[in-house]
């Protein structure tokens, strides 16, 4: 059985994606596989701003993500969107502390056209309200900003979010806004970091704010996160448009930790035959320390790596006084800066591989050509076989073969048996002297006599 995904590309369909609400979207990956809807009943709707809810698809309508639905609220329905189908929403709902065995709400229906006008007309109340709710409770005098409202899809239910430092006693607020709304009243307090999460914004950095975004979870940040990165600890720097300190500002604390490890403590000094040289500042994560020769002014600034400065502390231990900080290998000038962009060119490759061809090939036609005739010629001689011979080199080898058989005939010659007196004259196998003189016990030959080989001198 062949399955077609629904953009006919062979990709991932735009299913996939949600609404695209910052960080509340959601990335259903198994949004191709066929059935994913039909493997559970429920669905994960998202209201306004960052509040979702997970109901229940009793009467298994068959919903996709971007659907609009009416669905259970107390009292009355709400109007959602759909996000989530499938297996992933039990997932999201465990990720949520959310429980199956609670009691989950129902969804009725896709909303209708009637549904749809009621939820506009509730929408365009909200902005009004919520600057007559700010009136109303500075006039009780409570100690509290009103951030935000919002209205259920029908109408009959209104939520205040608030912000504020301490516990505020907001009973006779809640009498004040029914009377004025007419509407059920209902409190939510959040922190300043949700509230600019909802306003949104651009941060120092030129960005949009990140917890605008995609952060969902806010955790503490603490002055400690700036001195572990020496951060001058300015409040007006240190802190973003709520007020509170960055959340960035813990983004890198652990790089610094451990790049601190390796760096000597700020208050020992280092002692050299010129003088005692105390901590001034450190770049931490190059590894490199400055120190001055005065302990309130910088005087005399000498910059030096970590492991140089573990090196003199551990001189100064055993008694001994370097003469300076800086090693004699880095007296040198400062390195420069290497671009590694305007080193490499884009031909680099091919050069390489021209060069590489360019030597495999002198390799075989020159080198290795050589290296075969040699062996060939050797091979030759030694089994007496070559190539055809030309003109020329035919003579050439006539005349070495004709040497080489004279050559072997010598040799046999001068293995032959000699007499007795020769044998104890000269001893064992030591080949036989030639020379114009006669032998002492020799009779004189008459003349016309033949001689024998053994008194033929050598043609050596």
Same mark, same amino acid.
């Given at each position: 059985m062949e399955f077609k995904l629904h953009n006919g590309s062979g990709g991932l369909c735009c299913k996939s994606c949600g609404r695209q609400n910052k960080q509340l979207n959601t990335y259903d990956w198994l949004a191709d596989i066929p059935g994913n809807t039909e493997e559970s009943d429920m669905v994960e709707v998202q209201f306004k701003n960052t509040r979702k809810g997970y109901y229940r698809n009793s009467n298994k309508i068959p919903l996709e993500n971007g659907d609009i639905v009416a669905v259970e609220a107390t009292p009355g329905h709400d109007i959602g969107v759909v996000t989530l189908t499938g297996r992933l929403v039990p997932l999201q709902m465990r990720k949520a502390n959310i429980?199956?065995?609670?009691?989950i709400k129902r969804i009725y229906r896709k909303a209708k056209p009637v549904d749809m006008d009621k939820y506009n007309e509730a929408k365009g109340r909200e902005h009004s309200t919520m600057i007559r709710a700010r009136q109303i409770a500075l006039n009780l005098n409570l100690n509290m900003k009103i951030g935000d409202v919002e209205y259920q899809g029908d109408g009959n239910k209104a939520i205040f979010y608030y912000i504020a430092d301490e516990r505020v006693d907001f009973r006779q607020l809640i009498k004040v806004l029914a009377d004025a709304f007419h509407v059920r009243i209902e409190m939510k307090q959040i922190g300043a970091r949700q509230e600019a999460g909802r306003i949104g914004g651009i941060g120092p950095c030129g960005r949009e704010l990140c917890c605008a975004t995609?952060?969902? #979870?806010? $955790?503490? $940040? #603490?002055? #400690?996160?700036?001195?572990?990165?020496?951060?001058s600890l300015n409040p007006q720097k240190l802190a973003g448009q709520c007020a509170k300190l960055k959340c960035c500002l813990n983004y890198e604390v652990d790089c610094y930790v451990e790049a601190q490890k390796r760096l000597p403590s700020r208050e020992i000094g280092l002692e050299t035959k010129d003088g005692t040289f105390f901590f001034f500042k450190a770049d931490i994560l190059s590894n490199q320390i400055t120190y001055s020769s005065d302990k309130n002014i910088p005087a005399n600034l000498v910059t030096i790596s970590g492991k140089r400065a573990f090196e003199i502390i551990g001189l100064n231990r055993r008694g001994i006084k370097p003469d300076n900080l800086m090693e004699e290998t880095h007296r040198s000038e400062p390195k420069k800066p290497v671009d590694l962009l305007e080193q490499e060119s884009l031909t680099r490759f091919d050069r390489g591989r021209k060069s590489r061809n360019n030597g495999e090939s002198n390799g075989e036609n020159g080198n290795g050509n050589r290296n075969r005739k040699r062996k060939k010629s050797n091979n030759n001689r030694i089994q007496g076989n070559g190539p055809t011979p030309q003109p020329q080199d035919q003579k050439q080898g006539e005349q070495a073969t004709q040497e080489e058989a004279k050559r072997s005939q010598q040799s046999r010659q001068g293995e032959q048996p000699r007499p007795k007196d020769q044998q104890k004259q000269g001893g064992g196998d030591r080949p036989q002297r030639t020379s114009n003189r006669k032998p002492r016990n020799s009779k004189p030959r008459p003349q016309g006599e033949k001689s024998s080989n053994n008194d033929k001198p050598s043609q050596e």
């Amino acid at each position: 059985m062949e399955f077609k995904l629904h953009n006919g590309s062979g990709g991932l369909c735009c299913k996939s994606c949600g609404r695209q609400n910052k960080q509340l979207n959601t990335y259903d990956w198994l949004a191709d596989i066929p059935g994913n809807t039909e493997e559970s009943d429920m669905v994960e709707v998202q209201f306004k701003n960052t509040r979702k809810g997970y109901y229940r698809n009793s009467n298994k309508i068959p919903l996709e993500n971007g659907d609009i639905v009416a669905v259970e609220a107390t009292p009355g329905h709400d109007i959602g969107v759909v996000t989530l189908t499938g297996r992933l929403v039990p997932l999201q709902m465990r990720k949520a502390n959310i429980k199956p065995e609670a009691d989950i709400k129902r969804i009725y229906r896709k909303a209708k056209p009637v549904d749809m006008d009621k939820y506009n007309e509730a929408k365009g109340r909200e902005h009004s309200t919520m600057i007559r709710a700010r009136q109303i409770a500075l006039n009780l005098n409570l100690n509290m900003k009103i951030g935000d409202v919002e209205y259920q899809g029908d109408g009959n239910k209104a939520i205040f979010y608030y912000i504020a430092d301490e516990r505020v006693d907001f009973r006779q607020l809640i009498k004040v806004l029914a009377d004025a709304f007419h509407v059920r009243i209902e409190m939510k307090q959040i922190g300043a970091r949700q509230e600019a999460g909802r306003i949104g914004g651009i941060g120092p950095c030129g960005r949009e704010l990140c917890c605008a975004t995609w952060m969902t #979870s806010f $955790v503490s $940040v #603490s002055t #400690s996160a700036a001195r572990y990165q020496d951060i001058s600890l300015n409040p007006q720097k240190l802190a973003g448009q709520c007020a509170k300190l960055k959340c960035c500002l813990n983004y890198e604390v652990d790089c610094y930790v451990e790049a601190q490890k390796r760096l000597p403590s700020r208050e020992i000094g280092l002692e050299t035959k010129d003088g005692t040289f105390f901590f001034f500042k450190a770049d931490i994560l190059s590894n490199q320390i400055t120190y001055s020769s005065d302990k309130n002014i910088p005087a005399n600034l000498v910059t030096i790596s970590g492991k140089r400065a573990f090196e003199i502390i551990g001189l100064n231990r055993r008694g001994i006084k370097p003469d300076n900080l800086m090693e004699e290998t880095h007296r040198s000038e400062p390195k420069k800066p290497v671009d590694l962009l305007e080193q490499e060119s884009l031909t680099r490759f091919d050069r390489g591989r021209k060069s590489r061809n360019n030597g495999e090939s002198n390799g075989e036609n020159g080198n290795g050509n050589r290296n075969r005739k040699r062996k060939k010629s050797n091979n030759n001689r030694i089994q007496g076989n070559g190539p055809t011979p030309q003109p020329q080199d035919q003579k050439q080898g006539e005349q070495a073969t004709q040497e080489e058989a004279k050559r072997s005939q010598q040799s046999r010659q001068g293995e032959q048996p000699r007499p007795k007196d020769q044998q104890k004259q000269g001893g064992g196998d030591r080949p036989q002297r030639t020379s114009n003189r006669k032998p002492r016990n020799s009779k004189p030959r008459p003349q016309g006599e033949k001689s024998s080989n053994n008194d033929k001198p050598s043609q050596e």
